[in-house]
């Protein structure tokens, strides 16, 4: 009777010892699929506001290329509601600022833009005599932490009219 009692106090330890080794197993797997997730979703966040600021690039681009420059100046294209900002942050907000080097050939350009953005009206090049520099900056927040400070991405391009 003594050894049938052994079996049962081995086999009772045995059973917890599995139990606190799977218990401890699961909570890393737990910890680390956590992990996994904000690290996605913070490149995920990270890439859409990478692909904001090329598309909205490309639109200054395209909007001063069609803009005749004799009625107004484009300077600002903004998009806080392309994707639905909210209070607790959860989309965008892109701010697109335009800036001239150079001369339109016309007198158009210095009289419809404001001062500060035109950076120099003496450059001259070949081809073209009339350049942009695009700035993009693509504001975002920590989807789990609504609190928390924007998250700017900058991105900054010379581009010949």
Not at 19 to 38: E, F
Not at 98 to 107: E, F, H, L, P, Q
Not at 138 to 161: C, F
Request: glycine share 4%; hydrophobic share 40%; with cysteine.
């Amino acid at each position: 009777m003594m050894i049938a009692k052994h079996k049962k106090a081995f086999s009772m330890i045995t059973s917890i010892f599995v139990i606190v080794i799977m218990a401890t197993v699961g909570t890393l797997v737990v910890n680390m699929t956590g992990k996994t997730i904000k690290e996605t979703t913070t490149q995920y966040r990270k890439e859409q506001a990478m692909l904001l600021a090329k598309s909205y690039t490309e639109f200054a681009i395209m909007a001063v290329t069609a803009d005749n420059r004799t009625s107004e100046c484009i300077e600002d294209i903004d998009g806080n509601n392309i994707i639905a900002t909210d209070s607790n942050g959860q989309g965008y907000q892109v701010q697109t600022r335009i800036y001239y080097i150079g001369n339109d050939g016309t007198a158009h350009l210095t009289s419809k833009c404001s001062v500060s953005r035109i950076l120099a009206s003496d450059v001259v090049t070949d081809g073209s005599d009339l350049q942009i520099i695009v700035d993009v900056y693509v504001q975002y927040k920590e989807l789990d932490n609504p609190a928390s400070k924007w998250i700017t991405y900058h991105r900054r391009t010379l581009q010949k009219i």
